[in-house]
Antibody, heavy 119, light 111 residues
């Protein structure tokens, strides 16, 4: 079945970087975009950016420009999101979500990765 | 502050009908960009509930429906069930920001 499986929880110190992976299975990885969305505890969903796994093209929300990098490895059908210069406000659950090229909808979601930023 | 505005909470008794509004502007919903809705059960990832304003993915009961008019959209749930208790989010695209935007989310309580 179609699924996205994300890497495990991370604990990082302020100023560090974190890299979360998202492994796709059950479909052609390069045929759908990958979005990254985060959710702080008790808060709503916040879109961070997208990547086209076929071309490697990316688009980031202004808030994260300069701090986020989205990449992929097509050989292992895996997308990555790296966030640098971490601060306590970055503590959240990070989700990857698949999206068709012709739509902004996100039809398959990963299980989420908890990133905790604490000194 | 979310770009799309939703009521923080709604409630209804089993069997009743509830609606959740999502208000945007001329640069997102009013600009004819599609609205999608997600259901997030406690402790789980969001799940696509309605896409393209009023379409249900396979497996979503027809108790759930979406509509859009002008700069607003709505999610309606009929025949409310206890299992519908969750957070609901609307999502669209904003041409001024050039990125995807979400509503702040609405918590549905089944009384």
């Amino acid at each position: 079945q179609v699924q996205l499986v994300q890497s495990g929880a991370e604990v990082k110190k302020p100023g560090a970087s974190v890299k979360v992976s998202c492994k796709a299975s059950g479909y052609t990885f390069t045929s759908y975009d990958i979005n990254w969305v985060r959710q702080a505890t008790g808060q709503g969903l916040e879109w961070m950016g997208w990547m086209n796994p076929n071309s490697g093209n990316t688009g980031y929300a202004q808030k994260f420009q300069g701090r986020v990098t989205m990449t992929r490895s097509t050989s292992i059908s895996t997308a990555y999101m790296e966030l640098s210069s971490l601060r306590s406000e970055d503590t959240a659950v990070y989700y990857c979500a698949r999206g068709p090229w012709d739509s902004t909808r996100m039809d398959v979601w990963g299980q989420g990765t908890t990133v905790t930023v604490s000194s | 502050q979310p770009v799309l505005t939703q009521p923080p909470s709604v409630s209804g008794a089993p069997g009743q009908r509830v609606t959740i509004s999502c208000t945007g502007s001329s640069s997102n919903i009013g600009a004819a960009y599609d609205v999608h809705w997600y259901q997030q059960l406690p402790g789980t990832a969001p799940k696509l509930l309605i896409y393209g304003n009023n379409n249900r993915p396979s497996g979503v009961p027809d108790r759930f429906s979406g509509s859009k008019s002008g700069t607003s959209a709505s999610l309606a749930i009929t025949g409310l069930q206890a299992e519908d208790e969750a957070d609901y989010y609307c999502q669209s695209y904003d041409s001024s920001l050039s990125y995807v935007v979400f509503g702040g989310g609405t918590r549905l309580t089944v009384l």
